[in-house]
């Protein structure tokens, strides 16, 4: 390995770069190592396309519908296909898939297909938002109590034990019932609650590996401040991990918020658990004939399901990026 | 030293359960809307109940005398007073409800843990093969299934389709009401009978370990014992009168029970099998393999008993998560137990009886905690009291 | 004196995505009664995948691609893996690498000791195989009273000695040591070697060590066969191999350590790593790193031939032979 002749050519290169650059080209390397082993995981790969399919069609395909097709006009005005407010007078409402309505109508004549898709990009964004908090909170309080040790590493640990006791559901259930929760606000109390809690200590084991290795060391010898050392060598170091657990976090909160709207207890307009709610509460979900009105579930259902699982499969697949024992030989 | 670490254990629980009923306190009480706005606006309440309830807890008081009296009524059980079973108290209702949850979930629970162990156990074993990929799979989506959505194909596949389950609720209605015997009774009774089988297996797996050396001595007087006792109990209830409402609690139990192990045994499977695959790695499996040990041996006693370890682990974290499968579970199949009180009683804007409700829940949470820290100390012997 | 083990021409390749590696390529040996030898080489260069041939606990993309391994008159090559799993322990035992896991977390050390009794002689009771661990644990230096303490709670060196009891629990013909000491501090290194050289005489069994320490096995093994890239390039008695080592590797791996009664030198390293074993080339795998290679050594691999009594070696330029010791004496 030391005398390969590729690496000291780029050693050489390198010393004419700025520091910036070769960071950015290190990442980089790194990024298509990672995502050469990643890309090998059926599992992984099967979920990044299932994300790709709900992110085109609830960014792309939606806004294009709805400012083409279900445009209301004079032709079609019957057939309103507003997600929230719409109503077809056309048929008997909850009504079977049709050309019309290629997903059916719930029991408030709403187009199926239309809310659903409506739907996506709020549950991304859900997702993605109460992620991002959970993960920065985890990555910053695990590195620092890491770093520093100490009464504040023993105090962030008693947090994230209470928190790891928390019946998280029906917390948010009481929360819920009592405030007026939306979709912004539901995303921060779940980031906030699952950022203190088991992230935290997976984190800061992570750090604590990364600490005791020499190049920490050496830059502390060369008067690197702590808040340097933490931000350029630790967290840099753990970041993949915590990706990975950014993962589970977007499963765990679009589950969460599923659960809610399921049970009505939202202040949102439209989603996927409402759906469902909509259509339970109306009495078409009774045990023998839920194939009878299948489109008023099944697909918000599915959907939510399969949102789900692929940012667990995403994981799943990330951790064999991460944890190389548990690649195959 | 086994006390000494179980009390330690203990004592760090009540600091945690005041920390915790801290928090469900100021959530209720603090925030705007809190309690006392709820209260009032509550159109069920007569102008007359919504005073005394304020007398009471002494809602007038400045906040950090409410939350000391607040704290020294959670210790005395004194929880309130539900406003929409006015006036039953709060604990009469939780009292009877949680016995129903605790068994659901310790059913459950171990049906799921010891599923998920020996299917986790053969995935990493079979490394490779076709069934492993298709459990796999199987595995991750019903861990990751939107809970009502498998709920309501489980009730539509086993209640109407094969019609072999009661659809939901706790009892079947048109069977006790003939009778005027208490369903809670039997119910306890029911709750005795399980403890003391329970009982019987540790008993007889602590005696065979200690009397004898040779496996198959060791299996004879445990499953024997256990066999004994479990026909005795079923030849006791056969031979009641009140058999047969037993058995019907029993039935509307099946489904609940049924749902809940599938939510929850995914994980244990999956934690099961990425710790088995490591641990087959481990020098000590070489060792036992060297050692001339049939296969089946080095599997089961040298490498699933130390990949363990971490599924025990991993079943503290996802205590929460099967918990609230377990509150979607309740409700959906009517199950009266605490899940249901606390989703019902939020729809009701029921206060007393849902903060009671969520305080008890933490509690089944910890305790359910402790059991857990209590047997990983008995399996891994590095954990030092 | 009749053969032990008996090796013929063993060749155990890996399948890899890369190809194939090939681990030990064309290994022949034989070790008699009560004999000791040495496999020595640098890491890598296929000692373990020899000793794990012989146990046949290869990995699953591992092969024994022909040749036969002879324990007790049997070709065990051939076997079933039950039937293998009677050999091993109770003819064959192993002290492992990694002594410091190679006892599991959970059991106690005792009862694992008692289960290799216990499996291979079912007839033994529970307290006739307590009593045999005690007296094991006497034999290697251990307090019997710690046979019901958990491997956590033993020193590496404690640990050491219970893994070698657990090896002698069946009285086996033949013990693999691989790299038995590397992991413990010198001196404690020292005392077990030499308890192990006196319990390996008195019970009069066979025993293979594995080690890079050319040093260590010499005096501990009557016989030291040299491994370079999964071939072995010369066997010899220790003595012959100290005094007259004639594969220029052997000179190599001898002066890269120090000699603790030997005059003071300037230790010597070979340079170079050795080769990868992934598609082998055909010329002799040493002359790369060799002081002494000509154009012969680059065109074809040297053959492994007896150059003096009882001494082989594979090179075409030996060194230090019978003749030149003399020549330079005179």
């Given at each position: 390995m030391t005398n390969n002749p590729n690496t000291t050519v780029e050693m050489a290169d390198a010393k004419l770069e700025s520091p910036a650059l070769i960071r950015m080209k290190l990442m980089w390397r790194s990024f298509k190592e990672n995502w050469k082993i990643f890309s090998q995981s059926k599992i992984g790969m099967i979920g990044l396309y299932i994300v790709i399919i709900f992110a085109v069609a609830g960014f792309i395909v939606y806004p294009i519908l709805a400012a083409?097709?279900?445009?209301?006009?004079s032709l079609n005005a019957?057939?309103?296909?507003?997600?929230?407010t719409g109503y077809d007078?056309?048929?008997?409402?909850?009504?079977?898939?049709?050309?019309?309505h290629l997903l059916g109508t719930d029991?408030?004549?709403?187009d199926i297909l239309a809310q659903l898709l409506y739907s996506t990009p709020r549950e991304f964004m859900l997702g993605i938002v109460a992620a991002l908090i959970t993960v920065i909170i985890g990555t910053l309080i695990g590195t620092v109590a890491a770093y520093f040790g100490g009464a504040l590493d023993t105090f962030f640990m008693r947090v994230a034990d209470i928190v790891l006791l928390f019946p998280f559901i029906p917390f948010l259930i009481v929360i819920s019932g009592m405030m007026q929760v939306d979709l912004l606000t539901l995303a921060l109390i779940i980031g906030l609650l699952s950022g203190f809690g088991g992230i935290t200590i997976v984190l800061r084991s992570q750090a604590l590996i990364v600490k005791s290795r020499p190049f920490i060391e050496s830059a502390k010898i060369s008067g690197a401040s702590d808040s340097y050392i933490i931000v350029n060598h630790i967290i840099p170091n753990v970041m993949p991990l915590s990706f990975l657990y950014m993962m589970f976090n977007v499963t765990g909160a679009i589950f969460s918020e599923a659960v809610l709207s399921f049970f009505g207890?939202?202040?949102?307009?439209?989603s996927w658990g409402l759906m469902i709610y909509t259509a339970d509460t109306a009495g078409y979900?009774?045990?023998?004939?839920?194939w009878n009105y299948w489109w008023l579930w099944l697909p918000a259902g599915a959907s939510i399901t399969l949102l789900c699982g692929a940012f667990y499969f995403i994981g799943r697949g990330l951790d064999e990026v991460v944890n190389p024992r548990l690649r195959k030989r | 030293m086994m006390l000494k670490y179980i009390g330690n254990r203990i004592l760090q629980i009540a600091i945690l359960l005041v920390i915790y009923v801290a928090i469900v306190f100021f959530l209720l009480h603090?925030?705007?809307?809190?309690i006392k706005t709820l209260l009032i606006s509550?159109?069920?309440?007569t102008p007359q109940a919504q005073e005394a309830i304020i007398r009471a807890f002494g809602l007038n008081q400045p906040l950090w005398l409410q939350f000391v009296d607040y704290m020294k009524n959670v210790f005395t059980l004194n929880l309130g007073i539900s406003f929409?079973?006015?006036?039953?108290?709060v604990w009469n209702i939780i009292a009877e409800r949680l016995p129903r949850t605790v068994l659901l979930f310790t059913v459950a629970t171990l049906i799921a843990f010891f599923v998920g162990f020996a299917s986790g156990k053969s995935l990493a074993w079979n490394r490779g093969k076709t069934t492993e990929y298709v459990s796999t799979i199987v595995g991750i989506i019903t861990y990751t299934i939107f809970t009502p959505l498998l709920i309501f194909v489980m009730i539509w596949f086993f209640?109407?389709?094969?019609?072999?389950?009661?659809?939901?609720?706790?009892?079947n209605p048109d069977l006790w009401i003939?009778?005027?015997?208490?369903a809670q009774v039997i119910f306890l009774y029911i709750l005795l009978t399980m403890l003391i089988i329970g009982m019987v297996m540790l008993v007889s797996y602590l005696v065979a370990l200690r009397f004898s050396h040779r496996v198959r001595t060791r299996r004879l007087i445990f499953y024997l014992s256990t066999i004994i006792t479990v026909v005795f109990s079923v030849f006791f209830w056969w031979v009641s009168p009140v058999g047969i409402y037993a058995a019907d609690i029993l039935w509307h139990m099946v489904l609940p029970v049924m749902t809940v192990t599938i939510i929850s045994y995914a994980g244990n499977m999956l934690v099961m099998r990425d710790s088995m695959l490591e641990t087959i790695k481990e020098d000590f499996i070489t060792t036992a393999r060297a050692k001339g040990l049939p296969d089946k041996v080095v599997r089961d006693k040298h490498a699933a008993r130390t990949a363990m370890l971490p599924v025990v682990t991993n079943f503290v974290l996802s205590l929460g998560f099967v918990v609230s499968g377990g509150v979607i579970t309740e409700s959906l199949f009517s199950w009266p137990g605490m899940g249901m009180t606390l989703l019902d009683s939020t729809l009701a804007k029921d206060y007393p009886l849902a903060a009671g409700a969520l305080i008890f829940t933490g509690i089944f949470v910890l305790f359910a905690h402790l059991a857990i820290d209590i047997i990983y100390a008995f399996l891994d012997p590095r954990i030092r009291y | 004196m009749k053969a032990v083990l008996e090796i013929k021409n063993l060749k155990m390749y890996y399948d890899t995505q890369a190809g194939q590696v090939k681990?030990?390529?064309d290994i022949s040996f034989s070790l008699y009664e009560g004999e000791s030898m040495g496999l020595v080489g640098?890491?890598?260069?296929g000692k373990t995948s020899v000793s794990m041939s012989i146990m046949r606990l290869?990995?699953?993309?591992?092969?024994?691609i022909s040749g036969n391994i002879f324990f007790g008159g049997k070709?065990?090559?051939?076997?079933?893996n039950e039937e293998m799993n009677k050999i091993r322990w109770a003819g064959i035992s192993m002290i492992f690498q990694a002594a410091m896991n190679?006892?599991?977390?959970?059991?106690?050390v005792g009862d694992q000791i008692i289960e290799a009794i216990t499996t291979h002689?079912?007839?033994?009771?529970f307290e006739e195989a307590r009593q045999r661990v005690a007296s094991l644990y006497k034999l290697v230096g251990?307090?019997?009273?710690?046979?019901?303490?958990?491997?956590?709670?033993?020193?590496g060196g404690m640990k050491q000695r219970a893994v070698i009891a657990m090896s002698l629990a069946c009285n086996p013909k033949l013990i693999i040591a691989d790299e038995?000491?590397?992991?413990?501090?010198v001196i404690v290194q020292d005392t077990i070697l030499r308890e192990l050289e006196k319990i390996q005489k008195k019970l009069n069994m066979s025993m293979i060590y594995i080690s890079h320490d050319i040093a260590v096995i010499a005096e501990v093994a009557s016989k030291i066969a040299i491994m370079y890239a999964g071939k072995i390039v010369e066997m010899s008695d220790s003595v012959t191999i100290f005094k007259r080592p004639a594969h220029p590797y052997t000179v190599g791996l001898m002066s890269s350590f120090p000699s603790i009664?030997?005059?003071?030198k300037e230790l010597v390293t070979i340079p170079g790593e050795p080769p990868?074993?992934?598609?082998?080339?055909?010329?002799?795998?040493f002359a790369p790193r060799?002081?002494?290679?000509?154009?012969e050594c680059w065109k074809k691999e040297p053959s492994y031939e007896e150059?003096?009594?009882?001494h082989f070696v594979a090179c075409f330029h030996p060194q230090n032979l019978k003749k030149q010791v003399r020549a330079n004496a005179g």
């Open positions: 083409t097709v279900w445009k209301t006009t019957m057939a309103s296909y507003n997600p929230v007078f056309v048929q008997n409402n909850p009504a079977p898939p049709s050309w019309a029991p408030l004549g709403r207890l939202l202040n949102i307009k439209m979900i009774i045990g023998s004939n839920i | 603090a925030m705007p809307g809190g509550n159109p069920k309440l929409s079973y006015y006036p039953t108290p209640g109407s389709f094969l019609g072999i389950f009661p659809l939901n609720q706790f009892l003939h009778t005027r015997l208490n | 681990a030990a390529d640098e890491s890598g260069c290869l990995p699953e993309n591992a092969r024994i070709d065990i090559v051939k076997l079933s190679s006892l599991n977390p959970v059991y106690r002689e079912p007839d033994v009771t251990l307090d019997p009273e710690r046979m019901d303490n958990y491997p956590h709670e033993y020193s038995p000491t590397t992991a413990l501090d009664r030997g005059a003071k990868n074993l992934l598609n082998a080339p055909d010329h002799c795998r060799c002081p002494f290679a000509t154009d150059i003096e009594d009882n």
